[in-house]
């Protein structure tokens, strides 16, 4: 079998946009990309149900969203939301809401779009965030993410402030802040995933190179410390930034990847979903930036930023450890790593 993988990249050496690639899941091997989508810096995508594209973009001096319709082989370009300056750092579809959330790093803002009937965006709301941290990274709010809860809440990652803000969206997409979650200064608070219970979240600090164990309160929508570990060895003492988080879908594995460290981070969950690393295994290439499971979770894609390559793994189900299987998969700048399958 065949799944199509996106990568997302910079443009600002050789990339030109949005890259694809097919994992051959039978032969366990990844053709090197090619150009798919032109469109500057689309450093993350997703996509909604209807099979629309939205993209972080970046055009002259603007930056925002772009949205692309790819029902066919041929994919439309729908529009584009921006302003001037930075463009965000994140993007998520709100399929029930009809909204796409996205979260602007620079400016420290969450900016919310409504889907219009073709599935082009309109934007109906920004919303600024203020504070700052101990380090030279936290001089001011840096929104690294804006995402779904389990029960339909918005959660954002700040990873300036060291935050994890909790909010109530309406049918219309007005937000509405009911909890904070302070994390330990300088811990630079950057990615979240839920376990299936719905009641635990692990939280990716990428200036302190450690995941927290959260639970999470449904009823206020509030967080709280369960346990807190590395991602990196003791002795590690050069520059590490933990970038992507990703748990398996029956929440018994949790991986993490390590930029400087140029690691997988692999740790196994309990039964009260507490985490154990039970490997680091080499990403075999520079700052690997994000990485994904396909949709049976057998493959890990994990794109290398500095050296233009990704890299992909087998993964046992039972064990949840990683087997390199390739190392030479061409992809330019590559940022985000996308299953379309």
Same mark, same amino acid.
């Given at each position: ?6 990568? +997302?990249?910079?443009?600002?050496? !050789? *990339?030109?946009? /949005? $890259?694809?690639?097919? &994992? ?5 091997? @990844? ?101 700052? +941290?101990?380090?030279?990274?936290? !001089? *001011?709010?840096? /929104? $690294?993410?804006?995402? &779904? ?5 918005? @959660? ?186």
């Amino acid at each position: 079998m065949k799944e199509s993988i996106l990568f +997302g990249t910079y443009t600002k050496k !050789t *990339s030109t946009g /949005i $890259h694809r690639a097919q &994992l051959d899941t039978i032969e366990k091997k @990844v053709t090197d990309a090619i150009p798919y989508i032109k469109v500057e810096n689309p450093t993350y995508l997703t996509k909604s149900d209807k099979n629309i594209l939205y993209t972080v973009s970046k055009r002259s001096e603007l930056g925002g969203l772009s949205a692309f319709d790819v029902t066919t082989d041929n994919p439309l370009f729908l529009n584009d939301v921006s302003a001037e300056g930075a463009p965000p750092a994140y993007v998520a579809v709100d399929n029930a809401r009809q909204l796409v959330y996205s979260s602007n790093y620079h400016k420290g803002l969450i900016s919310i779009s409504k889907i219009q009937a073709d599935g082009s965006l309109s934007l109906i709301s920004e919303t600024a965030n203020e504070g700052h +941290g101990p380090k030279p990274e936290q !001089t *001011s709010s840096h /929104i $690294h993410f804006t995402d &779904l809860t389990p029960d339909n809440r918005l @959660v954002v990652c700040d990873l300036g402030t060291d935050q994890l803000l909790t909010f109530d969206v309406s049918d219309d997409g007005a937000i509405k802040q009911v909890a904070e979650y302070r994390s330990a200064p300088g811990f630079g608070s950057r990615h979240i995933v839920f376990h299936k219970n719905g009641k635990l979240a692990y939280l990716a600090g990428e200036l302190s190179s450690e995941v927290t164990l959260l639970s999470y309160d449904q009823i206020d929508g509030s967080f709280k410390e369960i346990q807190t570990l590395s991602s990196i060895p003791s002795d590690w003492d050069a520059h590490n930034g933990i970038a992507a988080i990703r748990i398996s879908k029956d929440s018994r594995f949790l991986y993490v990847s390590n930029r400087g460290h140029n690691s997988i981070a692999c740790y196994a969950l309990d039964n009260d979903g507490k985490m154990a690393l039970i490997q680091l295994i080499p990403t075999e290439g520079d700052f690997p930036r994000d990485f994904s499971l396909n949709k049976s979770e057998e493959f890990l894609v994990v794109a290398n930023q500095n050296t233009d390559n990704a890299s992909l793994f087998e993964r046992d189900s039972t064990s949840g450890k990683l087997t390199l299987l390739q190392k030479d998969i061409s992809v330019p700048e590559s940022v985000c790593v996308y299953f379309e399958n």
